[in-house]
C-alpha cells in the first residue's frame, strides 16, 4: 500500500508532463479539415446561378503572430445564358484561431481575404466580379465551423479536453495552454 501511494504521485506527474506539451499541428488540422468539412455551395436557377466547391484546404500556423493562414482549393461554375464558364480558385485567408473550452473546439475569427487566383487566367476578371459573394459565403462557413474538435471518446483527449482553456499559435502548430 506504502509503494501504491508513492507511485501515485509519480504518475500524477509523468502525466502532467506529457500532457503539458499537447498540441495541434498544421498536418492534424488539415486531416480534420479534410475529413470533416464539407463545402459546396449552389445558388441561383437555371439560367443564372453560382456552384462553388472546396476540394483542398491548406494550413499554415504562425507565419504572423497569433495567425493561421487557410488556402482552399476550389471548383467554381458561373450559369448565365451568355458566357458561363467552370474556373479553378486558389484562396489564401488570414485568421486568428480561437479555443472554445465548451465545445472542446477551434473556431477561426477575423477571417481576412490575402488572395485570390484562378484557372484559366483569363476569366480572373470575372471571377473577381463575383469574389464578394463567394467569399462572403466561405468567410461565413469559416468562422461559424470548428476547425479542429478534441475528441473526448479518446481518453487522453478527454483529458486534454478538460484541462485546455487557450490556445496559441506558434509556428507549426497550435499549443493547447492549461491554465488562464
Known amino acids: 500500500m506504502k ?41 441561383g436557377n437555371q439560367l443564372f446561378g453560382i456552384e462553388m466547391r472546396i476540394n483542398n484546404i491548406d494550413v499554415e500556423l504562425g507565419h ?5 493562414s487557410v488556402t482552399a482549393d476550389s471548383v467554381i461554375k458561373i450559369k448565365n445564358p451568355l458566357v458561363p464558364f467552370k474556373a479553378n480558385m486558389k484562396t489564401t485567408f488570414e485568421a486568428e484561431p480561437w479555443y472554445d473550452a465548451q465545445s472542446h ?15 484559366p487566367k483569363d476569366i480572373e476578371k470575372a471571377v473577381k466580379q ?10 461565413n462557413f ?15 483527449q478527454a483529458l486534454i479536453a478538460d484541462m485546455t482553456k487557450q490556445i496559441k ?12
Open 142 to 156: 469559416l468562422e461559424t465551423q470548428p476547425v479542429y474538435v478534441l475528441d473526448t471518446s479518446e481518453s487522453n
Open 64 to 68: 504572423k503572430a497569433d495567425t493561421m
Open 3 to 43: 509503494l501504491l501511494s508513492c507511485m501515485l504521485p509519480l504518475t500524477m506527474l509523468l502525466l502532467t508532463g506529457c500532457v503539458s506539451q499537447y498540441s495541434i499541428t498544421e498536418e492534424e488540422l488539415e486531416g480534420y479539415l479534410s475529413d470533416e468539412i464539407h463545402f459546396e455551395v449552389k445558388e
Open 105 to 119: 473546439s477551434v473556431y477561426l475569427k477575423q477571417l481576412t481575404l490575402v488572395s485570390i487566383e484562378s484557372d
Open 130 to 139: 463575383v469574389a464578394p459573394q463567394m467569399m462572403g459565403f466561405l468567410t
Open 169 to 180: 499559435v506558434e509556428p507549426g502548430k497550435l499549443k493547447l495552454i492549461f491554465d488562464e
